[in-house]
């Protein structure tokens, strides 16, 4: 089975500074892998993914994620931090689901950014 | 149009009781599932549904027990509710194995009191 670790639980930014959330996978194969942002008491709205083209991915609200085979990594960048990015962030992976159709998504245990002033 | 709608978006009820959420989508995906995320906000698949026929049941308890009428539909009955069922439950559904579409409902944020 496929997993995600996020190395950060919290990150703090100041607003206009760059963002860098962390995650890293296990994979026997080549994965699918997903960003997906939750902000407090809303549901989760994706943000990135990538399946196996492009290895920088670009998402909405001017975030980006390289896809680093060589290191297992997966991290979430954004180069100036808006107060309204603060929320939590969810690194994700998924499985095909062998005995039958969709997709497993197996998710991180979420990393919250905090931007400040 | 909402995509994938759930019903209610807040549930507050006693220990011991029974209570069904619903879930429906207008994608016309034919995979649905059940997601639970925890106090820690920690998110984990409970159940998949392709075609009305399940696929995935990892470890609930029997307590819990989804439901598809239809593609576009699939529900969840818990019996004998918890303090421990208390969480946020997010319906999805997606086309097969494409990746592309995947979409989550807003949530029902379940309180057993």
């Known amino acids: 089975a496929q997993s995600v670790t996020q190395l950060d639980s919290h990150v703090s930014v100041s607003e206009g500074t760059p963002v860098l959330l962390r995650c890293n996978y296990s994979?026997?194969?080549?994965?699918?892998l997903f960003w997906y942002v939750q902000h407090p008491n809303k549901g989760l709205q994706l943000l990135l993914k990538?399946?196996?083209?492009?290895?920088l991915v670009k998402g909405i609200n001017g975030f980006e994620a390289e896809f680093k085979k060589s290191e297992t990594s997966f991290h979430l960048t954004k180069p100036s931090a808006h107060m309204s990015d603060a929320a939590e962030y969810f690194c994700?992976?998924?499985?095909?689901?062998?005995?039958?159709?969709?997709?497993?998504?197996?998710f991180g245990t979420g990393t919250q950014l905090k931007v400040e002033l | 149009d909402t995509a994938v709608s759930q019903t209610p978006k807040y549930l507050v009820t006693q220990m011991g009781n029974d209570k069904s959420i619903k879930c429906e989508q207008n994608l016309g995906h034919d995979t649905m599932y059940w997601y639970k995320q925890d106090s820690k906000k920690f998110l984990k698949i409970m159940f998949s549904?392709?075609?009305?026929?399940?696929?995935i049941n990892e470890t609930v308890p029997n307590r819990f027990s989804p439901k598809s009428p239809d593609k576009a539909h699939l529900n969840l009955h818990i019996n004998s509710l918890e303090l421990g069922d208390s969480a946020v439950y997010f319906c999805a559904s997606s086309q097969g194995r494409r990746l592309y579409g995947y979409t989550f409902g807003s949530g029902t944020r379940l309180t057993v009191v």
């Open positions: 994979s026997s194969y080549s994965p699918s």
């Open positions: 994700v992976v998924s499985d095909p689901i062998l005995t039958g159709g969709g997709n497993k998504l197996t």
């Open positions: 549904y392709n075609n009305k026929e399940l696929i």
């Open positions: 990538y399946t196996s083209a492009a290895t």
